[in-house]
């Protein structure tokens, strides 16, 4: 599977061309940075620590080689600007970027609506596991339960709360069969006055390096039921895409998710 990699230089971009790189059945053809980044011109393997790989950091997708994917953590507008491409190019794409707004979200779909596309907040196994087990908890658990999701990253994460704790609290109102927007509580401050019965709370911490911390809690008189997933290293979101990448070559046009990838639907 011949793989693009935008964002090359950034934390997520290096994870990826190293999982790509180090991957059975995947090869590195192109890795992207905007125009004037340090990084471009330089052998992508070698920035990453490992043995020069012939692949050297470009401005612009045009100077890619052919490619069947392109993997695209990197922020919205350019995330639609890569999409674009991908649509011109015949090619399919797996989407890590988050903080769409409706009206980005609505026009990545479309041009992406012929392509073979994984979207995920969280390409992490572990966390897509997670998820799967938050909806069959909230099928089982009612609104007597109060639920609650926090989560914590580092301190240069510019979206909140994360992709992935919006990921949680969508499982979770599926499993009760409520629209989270219609429940979602994403700030408290003052007097509040008691909590409602059935929201679902969002809490949020940013800091030093944290790489993802989720929780996802049902609350009773009682007990407490929680379901964690703690991530140490940004190798375990790479791995997963690297996984849907190579996924994606057996299948149709169409949007699928990590749940699809892994077989848990």
Same mark, same amino acid.
Request: one cysteine or more; a negative charge; aromatic letters at 4%.
């Given at each position: 599977?011949?793989?693009?990699?935008? /964002? #090359?230089?950034?934390?997520?971009?290096?994870?990826?061309?190293? #999982?790509v790189?180090? #991957?059975?059945?995947?090869?590195?053809?192109? &890795? +992207?940075?905007?125009?004037? $980044?340090?990084?471009?011109?330089?052998?992508?393997?070698?920035?990453?620590?490992?043995e020069?790989?012939n692949?050297?950091?470009?401005?612009?997708?045009?100077?890619?080689?052919e490619a069947?994917?392109?993997?695209?953590? +990197?922020?919205?507008?350019?995330?639609? !600007?890569?999409?674009?491409?991908?649509?011109? %190019?015949n090619?399919a794409?797996?989407i890590?970027?988050t903080?769409?707004?409706v009206?980005? @979200?609505?026009?990545?779909?479309n041009?992406?609506k012929?392509r073979?596309t994984?979207?995920?907040? %969280?390409?992490?196994?572990?966390?897509?596991l997670a998820?799967?087990?938050i909806?069959? =908890? =909230?099928?089982?658990?009612?609104a007597?339960?109060d639920?609650e999701i926090?989560?914590?990253?580092?301190?240069?994460?510019?979206?909140?709360p $994360?992709?992935t704790?919006? #990921?949680?609290?969508k499982?979770l $109102?599926? /499993?009760?069969?409520v %629209?989270?927007?219609?429940?979602?509580v994403?700030?408290?401050?003052?007097?509040?006055?008691?909590?409602?019965? /059935?929201?679902?709370?969002?809490s949020?911490?940013?800091?030093?390096?944290?790489?993802?911390?989720?929780? =996802?809690?049902?609350?009773?008189?009682? !007990?407490?039921?929680e379901? %964690?997933?703690f &991530?140490?290293?940004?190798?375990?979101?790479?791995k997963?895409?690297v996984?849907?990448?190579?996924?994606? /070559? !057996?299948?149709? =046009?169409?949007?699928?998710?990590m @749940?699809?990838v892994?077989?848990?639907?």
């Amino acid at each position: 599977m011949r793989i693009i990699i935008t /964002g #090359a230089s950034g934390r997520m971009g290096q994870m990826l061309i190293r #999982a790509v790189l180090l #991957a059975k059945g995947a090869s590195l053809v192109g &890795a +992207t940075e905007r125009v004037g $980044s340090a990084s471009v011109g330089k052998d992508a393997g070698v920035m990453v620590g490992l043995e020069a790989c012939n692949v050297h950091i470009a401005d612009t997708l045009g100077d890619c080689g052919e490619a069947d994917v392109l993997i695209d953590f +990197t922020a919205p507008q350019a995330c639609l !600007e890569h999409a674009q491409f991908v649509a011109h %190019n015949n090619m399919a794409m797996v989407i890590g970027t988050t903080g769409f707004d409706v009206g980005e @979200q609505a026009k990545l779909d479309n041009t992406l609506k012929n392509r073979p596309t994984v979207v995920a907040a %969280n390409y992490s196994v572990g966390v897509n596991l997670a998820l799967n087990l938050i909806e069959q =908890a =909230a099928k089982v658990l009612s609104a007597d339960y109060d639920a609650e999701i926090y989560e914590a990253h580092h301190k240069h994460k510019v979206d909140a709360p $994360s992709g992935t704790a919006l #990921a949680m609290g969508k499982a979770l $109102s599926v /499993g009760r069969g409520v %629209n989270l927007d219609d429940v979602a509580v994403y700030s408290r401050e003052g007097i509040t006055g008691a909590r409602k019965s /059935g929201s679902i709370g969002f809490s949020v911490v940013r800091g030093g390096d944290i790489v993802g911390d989720h929780k =996802a809690m049902f609350i009773a008189d009682e !007990e407490r039921i929680e379901i %964690n997933h703690f &991530a140490s290293d940004r190798m375990v979101f790479a791995k997963g895409a690297v996984r849907a990448a190579l996924w994606l /070559g !057996e299948q149709d =046009a169409g949007r699928y998710d990590m @749940q699809d990838v892994l077989g848990l639907k």
